[in-house]
């Protein structure tokens, strides 16, 4: 972040919450680190600092003990492939070198009986983290997982090879990108793990509900691409690249970093509003599973803003990002109008004017 570049408070209508044994899930999850060596000794360093139990233990503010200690390793393990790998090593610029060694990757995940990458320590990270899956959840929430973990590393392959070339996607391919390479959809099958149940696919898979998911995933990536704008500029430096939506937005429309924040924070908030009115409605006519699951989804957002503007992996105190102090309870821009985001404005049209949620495939969003 250019100096004077502040990030103002954003809006949140989501109460924050936390599991009390956040403190702890930090200590557990260092351990599990240590034991399993995940990522350089350098790299590990910093991640057993960056409070990710902590953020596990608002993802889950009620959920299963075992389960938010299992969420937290899952997402140091996720920082051990996308810093690791992705970001700051040599496979994050050789996307055929890196599909390869993903896919491997997954079939450990798959099968963790497999006698594979035996001496990598993500991999025996990776058959642990399998084999606590199969103990908290279903056979069905694990291939989900494995599912998700795959089009995680697809995305990531796709962003290795704008590394590659140093190119910036647009904003539509970069918001397709972004659904997947922020990890949301991996973390979705724990939502329910969590809380010890298993959303029927009847209701899962309705388009409202995978696109009430995918539009917390938009909201959580820009958020994220907000709150980690200084660190991501700071480590341009050293790895010569960096990609987020204020990034998107400087290249592809000639914005100064101050007015891509504002357009960005004008997104999230119509996505947010959207959100709202959605899951609301959803919730009316839903399960008490997809209630749960819709409650947990807002914990997630509401977790990763908290957790971002006050973990070191953001604020890096050694040269200090500007963060908010508080979250505000109403959106900077509360329209109602699509996004021309091919990729995602037709989310704009799964609410009836009554507020009912239509599942309505194949037609195209309609300006109101
Ligand atoms: C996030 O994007 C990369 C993921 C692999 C982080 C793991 C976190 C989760 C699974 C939960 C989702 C939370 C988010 C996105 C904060 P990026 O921009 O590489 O993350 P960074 O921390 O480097 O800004
Ligand atoms: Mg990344
Ligand atoms: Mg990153
Ligand atoms: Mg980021
Ligand atoms: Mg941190």
């Not at 969590?194 to 959580?220: K, N």
């Amino acid at each position: 972040m250019g100096p004077g570049l502040t990030v103002p408070p954003i809006f949140s209508p989501i109460p924050p919450a936390i599991h009390p044994c956040h403190a702890e899930a930090d200590v557990q999850t260092a351990a599990w680190a240590e034991t399993f060596r995940i990522g350089s000794e350098e790299l590990r360093g910093r991640l057993v600092s960056q409070a990710i139990g902590t953020f596990s233990a608002r993802i889950l503010p009620e959920g299963r003990e075992e389960v938010v200690s299992l969420l937290a390793d899952f997402i140091l393990w996720l920082f051990g492939v996308d810093d690791g790998h992705c970001e700051e090593g040599e496979l994050g610029r050789r996307p055929g070198d890196l599909a390869a060694e993903l896919h491997r990757l997954l079939r450990v995940a798959q099968n963790p009986e497999v006698p594979m990458l035996l001496d990598d320590p993500l991999a025996a990270g990776l058959r642990d983290l399998r084999l606590r899956v199969d103990r908290y959840g279903t056979p069905g929430q694990a291939a989900r997982w494995v599912d998700a973990l795959r089009e995680y590393f697809f995305s990531v392959v796709w962003e290795a090879s704008h590394r590659r070339a140093g190119t910036v996607p647009d904003l539509n391919d970069y918001t397709l990108m972004r659904l997947y390479d922020g990890a949301t959809s991996v973390v979705l099958p724990m939502l329910e793990i969590g809380h010890g149940y298993e959303l029927q696919p009847h209701e899962r898979d309705r388009t409202a509900v995978r696109a009430a998911a995918e539009m917390a995933s938009f909201i959580i990536t820009w958020d994220n691409d907000i709150f980690s704008y200084h660190k991501e500029k700071k480590e341009k430096s050293a790895t010569g690249y960096y990609l987020n939506v204020l990034r998107v937005l400087e290249w592809h429309e000639g914005l100064t970093p101050k007015q891509a924040l504002d357009v960005a924070i004008s997104q999230r908030d119509r996505v947010m509003c959207l959100y709202v009115r959605l899951t609301e409605a959803l919730a009316e006519q839903g399960s008490p599973q997809l209630r749960q699951y819709l409650r947990t989804l807002g914990s997630f957002i509401r977790g990763a803003q908290d957790w971002g503007v006050t973990s070191v992996r953001y604020t890096t105190p050694d040269d200090p990002a500007d963060m908010p102090a508080y979250f505000r309870d109403t959106p900077v821009d509360g329209s109602g109008e699509p996004l021309d985001i091919p990729a995602v404005s037709w989310w704009w049209n799964l609410l009836a004017p009554g507020g009912d949620a239509h599942p309505a495939p194949g037609r195209p969003a309609h300006r109101t």
